[in-house]
């Protein structure tokens, strides 16, 4: 039996769990001068930042030109949500039946934040929810939607997709997920389908990247809109940060990665939690942050979450935890407490990195390694909103994780999303019951305070790194960043600012640097190889085609993403790609004869030793003339080059890119 309708009129909206709310601008009360002025909005009592109303134009402006697939890059705290409800009255549409607006996101925080939202922007409009056992009628002003809710059954077929003149996606780097695809396929928003009889679709995200590979240029064709921490910390619209790194003593040199591309969850539990290293990460917290009012901690798993609020606990401070298993009315106490700065720490594993507004919080310790930039970022950004009582946040890194970059500029590329299943982990098919049982375990658990032995070899020395402001921190982590650091790409350093990109038939493309009058210029290069015919119609010798300039740039990035683009057109991306299975494979013998000639009789490589993309990138160094980089690589040791290897495989997976405002080519 379905449950009656929720329909919100003009009235006040009251939600499960949250108290009625009206519109303060957040940081009112301390926004200096130098920040932009807010924008006045006819007939309404919200005011705009400034770049709030500059990407509203944005979009507007490319719905004016026909492009109905947008993408919204902004940090978060920017006020995301606050965008994209402004943009339902302010999309027009030519088909008068086509006023209906779907919101749809993926977890049931943001759910009620966006019915929240809505409800005070628009009180004269009907506003629906459609999840779990709350039912949509399909033919409200405003429907707001958890994915998994409408894509199961048949409850998306009350939807009339003709009725509907605007699609919003919060946190839309889920957008390529199956769910989604699922829904945009409905309402005729793939690539597939006629556009003029679709409505608008725009998505919103802090990180615009799949670090699972999903391209998502197979939802949205052009980023309008894009402002990143760095621009909006500068402009006083995002607390300063600043940083501290702690070496801690976790090995997670062994740690395998998942499907995801980033660390498997039980193995990494393993190699963090354990009592010394949760040991070393509160002593930490109390060495450099003891004195901060709200720290958000963010833990590998369960297990993790447990042990190391038991560990906070017996250092006399007062922690407590949320997980996915904490029941709401625990959840929301202890929520209100830490706003309300009852307590100083709050742990917590995937539970508070997206959808968070906490904007109390001024430290972020990063207790769990990751190599997902998108987590990265997420888990930074929980302590970046403004707040009269702090003047900045403080981040405290324990394993390293910053070493995957602040990466301020979201990545597009990757895999068809339609090949890629995600499967169910042990932990989501447990009982509700069970589930229940182990919360219990690990409050009984984290309440313990007796001392647990310490590791063995264990000196007491904790090692820290500090950056007074996170400008300091991107000159450190992107000085000598390797150029797969910021691309998926197969890219090889064939001398000083020199970088190619071969592909099997000889054509190649590369990037070279320069430096004159103490400016640094980047230009990009594409050599195409001719075939047997194309070199008789030419009446030459010379196999290659005269070199073509693609594009120059004053920044390595800028340049890199052009070469990319260029790459992903052009080349076939079997042989480009750094993450290509084939490229894992061993090492073929014809490879091995050739990078054995040049090597010494007593340190020949074996299959074992090397992969064959690895020797691909060793013999294009080799022909591309960088024998003097080659001839490091032959003075190394077996177990420096297995060492070697390994990390650069960890690097294939940090997709880096800048967004570029326009079309997605990939």
């Known amino acids: 039996m379905l449950t009656p309708l929720r329909i919100w009129r003009p009235r006040p909206l009251i939600l499960s769990g949250y108290k009625p709310l009206q519109w303060i601008r957040p940081h009112a009360a301390i926004a200096p001068t130098t920040a932009p002025d807010p924008v006045a909005i006819p007939n309404a009592s919200i005011r705009l930042r400034k770049y709030q109303e500059e990407c509203i134009q944005s979009v507007l402006a490319y719905v004016r030109n026909g492009q109905k697939r947008l993408g919204i890059s902004l940090a978060t705290g920017s006020g995301k949500t606050v965008i994209f409800t402004q943009l339902i009255d302010r999309i027009r549409t030519t088909n008068e039946r086509a006023t209906q607006t779907l919101i749809l996101v993926h977890r049931r925080e943001l759910v009620e934040q966006a019915a929240q939202h809505c409800a005070n922007a628009y009180p004269s409009k009907t506003i629906e929810i459609e999840m779990g056992n709350t039912h949509a009628s399909g033919v409200a002003d405003i429907t707001v939607a958890s994915i998994w809710s409408i894509v199961s059954g048949d409850r998306m077929t009350k939807f009339e997709p003709s009725r509907f003149k605007l699609v919003l996606v919060d946190e839309a780097h889920h957008i390529v997920a199956a769910s989604f695809t699922k829904a945009l396929r409905h309402f005729g928003l793939l690539k597939e389908f006629n556009a003029e009889q679709s409505p608008v679709l725009v998505g919103v995200s802090a990180t615009f990247s799949r670090f699972d590979g999903l391209r998502l240029s197979d939802a949205i064709d052009h980023i309008v809109y894009h402002k990143d921490y760095v621009d909006m910390i500068g402009e006083k619209w995002l607390a300063n940060v600043i940083f501290t790194t702690v070496r801690s003593k976790a090995d997670i040199s062994k740690v395998k990665s998942a499907s995801t591309g980033d660390f498997q969850v039980g193995e990494l539990s393993r190699a963090v939690n354990t009592p010394e290293t949760n040991d070393v990460t509160v002593r930490a917290w109390m060495a450099r942050a003891a004195g901060r009012k709200s720290t958000l901690v963010f833990c590998v798993d369960l297990a993790h979450v447990s042990d190391l609020t038991a560990t906070f606990r017996r250092h006399g401070i007062d922690a407590r935890f949320v997980t996915g298993d904490t029941s709401k009315q625990l959840r929301s106490k202890r929520l209100d407490g830490f706003k309300n700065g009852g307590f100083p720490v709050l742990l917590n594993c995937g539970v508070f990195t997206e959808g968070t507004d906490i904007p109390n919080i001024d430290c972020i310790l990063l207790a769990r390694p990751t190599k997902s930039r998108n987590l990265l970022v997420q888990m930074i950004g929980r ?52 589930r229940k049982d182990l919360e219990a375990l690990r409050e009984e658990n984290a309440t313990n305070t007796a001392p647990t032995q310490r590791a063995k070899g264990f000196g007491g020395t904790l090692t820290f790194t500090d950056y007074d402001s996170v400008y300091d921190l991107i000159d450190d982590t992107s000085g000598e960043r390797h150029i797969r650091g910021i691309s998926p790409l197969a890219w090889v350093m064939v001398g000083p600012l020199r970088y190619v990109l071969s592909t099997q038939d000889g054509s190649y493309i590369t990037i070279d640097g320069s430096i004159a009058d103490g400016e640094t210029a980047f230009t990009v290069t594409y050599t195409q190889r001719m075939s047997a015919e194309m070199m008789e119609a030419n009446n030459t010798k010379s196999p290659f085609m005269r070199p073509r300039e693609i594009a120059s740039s004053a920044t390595f990035s800028d340049a890199v993403h052009a070469a990319d683009t260029f ?100």
């Open 383 to 434: 302590g970046m909103r403004l707040h009269q009582q702090k003047a900045n946040c403080h981040v405290i890194d324990m394993v390293a994780s910053l070493e995957a970059g602040i990466i301020t500029t979201p990545t597009l590329f990757g895999l068809d999303p339609e090949v890629l299943v995600k499967e169910a982990t042990v932990e989501d098919m447990k009982s509700q019951e069970e």
């Open 567 to 666: 790459a992903s057109q052009k080349l076939p991306w079997k042989f480009i790609h750094a993450g290509q299975a084939w490229r894992r494979a061993p090492a073929t013998d014809g490879q091995l004869a050739f990078l054995n000639k040049l090597r010494p009789m007593n340190d020949q490589l074996r299959a074992d030793m090397i992969t064959k993309g690895k020797a691909t990138d060793m013999i294009s160094k080799i022909k591309f003339g960088a024998k003097g980089w080659f001839g490091k690589l032959e003075v190394m040791k077996k177990k420096e080059e297995r060492a070697m290897e390994k990390v650069r495989h960890t690097q294939h997976l940090r997709h880096r890119e800048q967004v570029k405002v326009g079309p997605i080519a990939y």
